[in-house]
């Protein structure tokens, strides 16, 4: 009888970051998924798939501490239960790559040709599949905003460096976005500020604003209001020199990292550079998460770095911490603090 292996030990790239609550943070290191603590410690590690890399985690929004983690053609269902990670549904291989998955009364799947695919909750069955009338396309990122209706918006970031949106109950595209000269590898969307923001392989993010024709504070939007907005290019930013890989907008500023190991943060507003600085090493940084004021980072080198923002950054220099103000004053440096920025 074959004896049965497990993993004891792996250093593999930190593809995809969440907070699970105000205590945890899931972490997605090749087919696994780690639970760590505030504090950086490892509380568990559950083995999630058989070969695919784990790119994605929702968490389930009428169930609290339930995740759908997705990677390559796989889905499964996890649970977070204090500092333990359940298993709660088998893996699931679906017909083509996942790009994004929205957890709502039921599970919606982004796939690589442009299709949007509907799953029971247990991923058990299919329920329905829209596809995009402009066609088919290869994507490489994509993101399902959730609307009014039981069906989200579609954003989908292709390998021609455009931005599809589509409405999936229709197959209608409501509008296009261009300008990147490479394939779109993230596509963000905060419906607090009504900004876009992609990333791509040509080494820049570019922002976009969605002005909607009823001007009011509601979080998500109905599909006939995507329909009629307008979608206005913003900025380009360009500070890094290789790839850039994701963003993370919040109500001032957004934050992109990429290949070349830096974390830059970029004023919403104006589009200039308020700060960067080398993260995980300098390794490619390939996900990153927000929590209040703390940012997480994801190694290439399987790391992953802590970053106190709170209106500054906190940076590990010569072992010492080095804390700037938001103009790049210099505030602080204290020789006696211990270096807390990075786990």
């Given at each position: 009888?074959?004896p049965?292996?497990?993993?004891?030990?792996?250093?593999?790239?930190?593809?995809?970051?969440?907070?699970?609550?105000?205590?945890?943070?899931?972490?997605?290191?090749?087919?696994?998924?780690?639970?760590?603590?505030?504090?950086?410690?490892?509380?568990?590690?559950?083995?999630?798939?058989?070969?695919?890399?784990?790119?994605?985690?929702?968490?389930d929004?009428?169930?609290?501490?339930r995740?759908?983690?997705?990677?390559?053609?796989?889905?499964?269902?996890?649970?977070?239960?204090?500092?333990?990670?359940?298993?709660?549904?088998?893996?699931?291989?679906?017909?083509d790559?996942?790009?994004?998955?929205?957890?709502?009364?039921?599970?919606?799947?982004?796939?690589?040709?442009?299709?949007?695919?509907?799953?029971?909750?247990?991923l058990?069955?299919?329920?329905?599949n829209?596809?995009?009338?402009?066609?088919?396309?290869?994507?490489?990122?994509?993101?399902?905003v959730?609307?009014?209706?039981d069906?989200?918006?579609?954003?989908?970031?292709?390998?021609t460096g455009e931005?599809?949106v589509?409405?999936?109950?229709?197959?209608?595209?409501?509008?296009?976005?261009?300008?990147?000269?490479?394939?779109?590898?993230?596509?963000?969307?905060?419906?607090?500020?009504?900004v876009i923001?992609?990333?791509?392989?040509?080494?820049?993010?570019?922002?976009?604003?969605?002005?909607?024709?009823?001007?009011?504070k509601?979080?998500?939007?109905?599909?006939?209001?995507?329909?009629m907005?307008?979608?206005?290019?913003?900025?380009?930013?360009?500070?890094?020199?290789?790839?850039?890989?994701?963003s993370?907008?919040?109500?001032?500023?957004?934050?992109?990292?990429?290949?070349?190991?830096?974390?830059?943060?970029?004023?919403?507003?104006?589009?200039?550079?308020?700060?960067?600085?080398?993260?995980?090493?300098g390794?490619?940084?390939?996900?990153?998460?927000?929590?209040?004021?703390?940012?997480?980072?994801?190694?290439?080198?399987?790391?992953?770095?802590?970053?106190?923002?709170?209106?500054?950054?906190?940076?590990?220099?010569?072992?010492?911490?080095?804390?700037?103000?938001?103009?790049?004053?210099?505030?602080?440096?204290?020789?006696d603090?211990p270096?807390?920025?990075?786990w």
């Amino acid at each position: 009888m074959m004896p049965k292996l497990s993993s004891l030990w792996s250093n593999v790239p930190t593809t995809c970051l969440a907070w699970a609550g105000h205590n945890h943070l899931l972490a997605g290191q090749g087919q696994a998924v780690l639970l760590v603590d505030k504090q950086g410690k490892v509380r568990d590690r559950l083995e999630v798939f058989r070969g695919s890399t784990v790119h994605g985690m929702v968490e389930d929004k009428s169930d609290k501490g339930r995740w759908v983690v997705t990677g390559a053609k796989s889905c499964m269902v996890i649970r977070v239960v204090e500092d333990k990670l359940c298993e709660e549904v088998q893996e699931t291989v679906v017909m083509d790559w996942i790009m994004h998955c929205l957890v709502l009364d039921t599970v919606y799947l982004l796939t690589a040709h442009n299709r949007l695919v509907v799953v029971e909750r247990d991923l058990s069955s299919r329920n329905s599949n829209t596809v995009a009338n402009s066609g088919p396309c290869i994507l490489y990122s994509g993101l399902l905003v959730e609307t009014t209706s039981d069906l989200p918006m579609v954003l989908a970031g292709t390998v021609t460096g455009e931005v599809l949106v589509w409405r999936s109950d229709t197959g209608e595209e409501v509008n296009r976005l261009s300008g990147h000269d490479g394939v779109i590898f993230s596509v963000n969307y905060d419906s607090k500020t009504g900004v876009i923001c992609t990333t791509s392989d040509d080494r820049s993010a570019r922002l976009y604003r969605v002005t909607f024709t009823n001007l009011g504070k509601s979080e998500h939007r109905s599909m006939a209001e995507w329909s009629m907005a307008t979608i206005t290019f913003v900025h380009s930013l360009y500070g890094h020199v290789a790839r850039v890989f994701r963003s993370l907008l919040s109500d001032r500023s957004v934050m992109t990292v990429g290949e070349d190991g830096k974390l830059i943060n970029w004023d919403l507003e104006t589009g200039q550079m308020l700060r960067s600085c080398l993260a995980n090493s300098g390794a490619a940084v390939w996900s990153l998460a927000r929590m209040g004021e703390v940012v997480v980072t994801g190694g290439g080198d399987g790391s992953i770095y802590r970053w106190e923002m709170g209106g500054r950054v906190a940076e590990c220099v010569g072992g010492r911490v080095l804390i700037v103000g938001e103009e790049g004053e210099l505030v602080s440096y204290n020789t006696d603090l211990p270096a807390t920025a990075c786990w």
